[in-house]
């Protein structure tokens, strides 16, 4: 299962990510997060790791690697991608939990994003999961993403949705395309709620318009306050608990 986390800029979409592959860590899964942000890159330290993995755009050769592997069917060689055939300079691990990230824009003038956005379409079709093995995808904020094709290898979307209006028009723009490429769980999760009443509320609006919400996650200062740190808060949450056993029926053991 290959999850992808998107939604408006500053949502919570990171810190989701985060919170579910911990939750898949502690009903026993294998989880590998992909970083596929180019501009933000305090992921590995929400999960825990010291430093970042250096990105597979680096794997490759780099932006004139792929440039010259843009013209050719593939950009990796392999068919398929399994996490052992990643070398270990690009993926982190610690028990039972695995970072890749697709690459960074760390330079002025370096150029667009495009080149990472198709090296992560191919990652993405390509990887090949086992069956106690989840995938869970940050991506940009926004919907750029789609209009380069990266969840054509995604089984699953979580639209992360805040009460600001602009945030439920991006998750009805993200519905419709995800819908329009065939994928068919697609999921708000409500986040940054203040009270019953307003998740309520936004889970009509939602609702109303055919999105289905898989939970809500209340504002919490536990969660804002771990982020002055850089991390996400040790404990498990309930409220993310019953999204990943909405999302995942079928792999809720545990
Ligand atoms: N449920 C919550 N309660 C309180 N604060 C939250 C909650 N969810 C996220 N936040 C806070 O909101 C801020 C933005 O979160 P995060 O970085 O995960 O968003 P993002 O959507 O990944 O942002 P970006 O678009 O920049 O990648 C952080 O300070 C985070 O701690
Ligand atoms: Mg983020």
Do not use: K, Q
């Given at each position: 299962m290959r999850i992808a986390v998107c939604g408006k800029?500053?949502?919570?979409k990171s810190t989701i990510a985060a919170l579910l592959a911990s939750e898949a860590l502690h009903r026993g899964y294998r989880v590998l997060v992909v970083d596929?942000?180019?501009?933000?890159?305090?992921l590995f330290q929400m999960l825990g790791f010291d430093d970042p993995p250096r990105p597979l755009l680096d794997f490759i050769g780099g932006r004139e690697g792929l440039k010259k592997k843009m013209?050719?069917?593939?950009?990796?060689?392999?068919a398929q991608i399994t996490t052992?055939?990643?070398p270990e300079k690009y993926i982190l691990s610690n028990n039972g939990l695995s970072l890749v990230a697709i690459g960074k824009i760390m330079h002025?003038?370096?150029?667009?994003a495009c080149p990472m956005g198709a090296l992560n379409r191919e990652f993405l079709k390509k990887l090949t999961l086992e069956e106690d093995e989840i995938a869970i995808v940050d991506l940009e904020a926004g919907v750029e993403h789609f209009g380069r094709g990266?969840?054509?290898?995604?089984d699953s979307i979580l639209i992360v949705v805040e009460p600001p209006l602009e945030s439920v028009n991006v998750g009805r723009r993200v519905h419709e395309m995800a819908s329009d490429i065939g994928i068919r769980s697609i999921w708000a999760v409500l986040n940054k709620v203040p009270s019953e009443q307003i998740a309520a509320r936004l889970s009509d609006e939602l609702q109303s318009r055919q999105i289905a919400v898989a939970g809500s996650i209340h504002f919490n200062e536990q969660i804002f306050s771990a982020s002055l740190e850089g991390v996400i808060p040790r404990e498990r949450l309930e409220a993310v608990g019953k999204i990943f056993e909405v999302i995942l029926p079928d792999k809720s053991k545990g």
């Open positions: 800029g500053g949502s919570g596929g942000d180019e501009s933000n890159a305090g013209g050719e069917p593939n950009i990796f060689e392999l052992a055939d990643i002025a003038l370096e150029g667009c990266i969840e054509t290898g995604i």
